[in-house]
């Protein structure tokens, strides 16, 4: 038995991770008579072993193997070690070792495709290192099904890495989406191919001012002063807050010099001053009308404007007060008297929504360099809506968060009625009727002027705010691109990165090729809330098991796809973009559709 020991140089990756390393047994090499260096052997094969080893470590292997002895042949193994490498981001290419056996693959996998222009072919370029060759080898391209396809260049030699670049034929049928291929190396696959048709989606684009129209209630401020609303942390004014007492025939008590309140010689009573709220210390012979501290209870303060639906939400932007309350279609201080209701906002514009241009970028860079799907934006808007009304449908029954404004934009749980037709919220039938694009075909993409708000008990949660969902059923994401807790530019605000990333993750929910479906894409490491409380959701490919032990590294890697459950913190180093990589499973669902080679 002999040993051939063959090294790698290559910067170890991080300790614990199992690194795809390729040994190919290409050719026997013997002196034949007429010359030629090379033979063929039909026992060439590729063999994957995976090492885990130190950081920093030079990766090495010894193989061992039988010689075949032959009378008046000098016969030898040539061995190559070979990996790849994606030559820039969203390229295609992921060789990532998953843990999941029944979803790995035999050899790493590069996706063909961007075709920018309708007449291109699909293409795709890889770097390849591999260890220093005797003699060059020679490289091509199997494919399946009839079609062909080209390695540029087909020969390597020496000891640096070369980029290659693929390219297949235009020739797909006409209900065929993807045909697949392996790239060889002296006829030993070393890298499979899918190659994917270019495919065109219309989409709408449409930014949602959340605008309200409702007015606040005025009072007098005093006698002959002109009227005012409550403003916040004020009371109703021009009020009493201490009465003549029992058996007595006057007022005892006396507003202090610090105080507002005043003595009404018309009510006999001291009333609260402009700010609405009680200061005077009340004498024991007097009856409290209003406790000290406190406004009038109940005081009407907001009151639907001309749509007559009321569109602002009682208490605080971050919901952490809780006294104001609504009362029929009006907003009143509730039991202290003191409006806690910030003024109200006329319109609230998404922020950092990026332009046209930028979105067809990302897109492109998304989609079309790694499934060719390519989106054309057919129309783009900017319009108003008062969206944030309280509800009387259903969602209002389960969840009475939705029967009142909330500052949100009611998402609710995916229902659909008897003709599988999906179950708008009240707010959903708002916006869209403020904004859509009825063309067949087309998605309907909204940024939308406030946070989103999902109700999803199938997740084991009552409600939960979220910055974007899709309607799949629609075929309709949303994303929220205002927040308000926090304000424009602060670190709460979601950047014009992320909002490019999030636009492409929940359209990548939708069916794109549908009128509508409920082909979708998830990311494979299942929502870890379903798995714990629910079945297992559709398309979610490896489940996230909370007794397996995934590593570290798994979980930095797959952040960086489009699917993740959570946007990334930070953009991508390199490219100063959200990462935003497709996995082979995540490419191959977008070609299901339509599709009868799959």
Known sequence: MLKHRLRLNRKAPPLGYEYPFQVLKLHWQRNDPDGSPWASDVGNESIIQKFEVEPDEVLSNELDYDPILGAGLNKAVTLHAVRFEEVEPESGFDDHVRYEESLRFDLPWLAVANSKEPGDSPKASVKIHFSPPEQELNLDVETDGGHSATVTPDKISGNQPVTLTITGSNDFGETENQYTGRLRIEEVGVLELAFYKRRVVNLAVHEITKTNDDENEEYPAGPGEPDISIEPGKGKPDTICIAIGPGKTAIFSSPNGDSDDY????????????????????????????????????????????????????????????????????????????????????????????????????????????ANIWFDIVEWNTENAAYDVASTQEEATEFPVTAQPNRKFDFYISKTDSEDKPVLTKEEQIVQAASWNSEPGTINLYYLGSRIQMLAPILGIPDSSLVGHARALRRSPYFAA?????????????????????????????????????????????????????PPVENDLVPNDPVRNHTLVDQQFDRMKL???????????????????LLKHEVDTLHEANSSSQ
């Open 482 to 534: 205002f927040d308000p807790v926090f304000p424009p530019g602060s670190p709460g605000q979601l950047s014009k990165f992320k909002l490019l990333h999030g636009g492409a993750h929940e359209i990548g929910h939708n069916d794109l090729f549908g009128e509508v479906g409920r082909r979708r894409l998830a990311h494979p490491w299942k929502n870890k809330l379903s798995s714990q409380n629910g």
């Open 263 to 370: 003595y009404s010689s018309t009510h006999k009573a001291i009333m609260t001053g402009e700010d609405g709220i009680r200061q005077t210390v009340k004498h024991e012979f007097d009856a409290e009308v209003i406790p000290m501290g406190q406004g009038e209870p109940n005081a009407v303060i907001v009151n639907p404007g001309p749509n007559g639906e009321l569109n602002t939400a009682p208490n605080s932007p971050g919901g952490f007060l809780e006294d104001d309350e609504i009362v029929g279609s009006t907003i009143t201080t509730g039991p202290d008297g003191i409006r806690q209701t910030p003024e109200i906002d006329a319109a609230i514009a998404p922020v950092n929504v990026p332009t046209q241009q930028e979105l067809q970028d990302h897109l492109d860079w998304v989609f079309g360099r790694q």
């Open 563 to 581: 699917m993740w459950l959570t946007l990334p913190e930070n953009l991508d180093p390199v490219t100063g973009r959200s990462p935003s990589r």
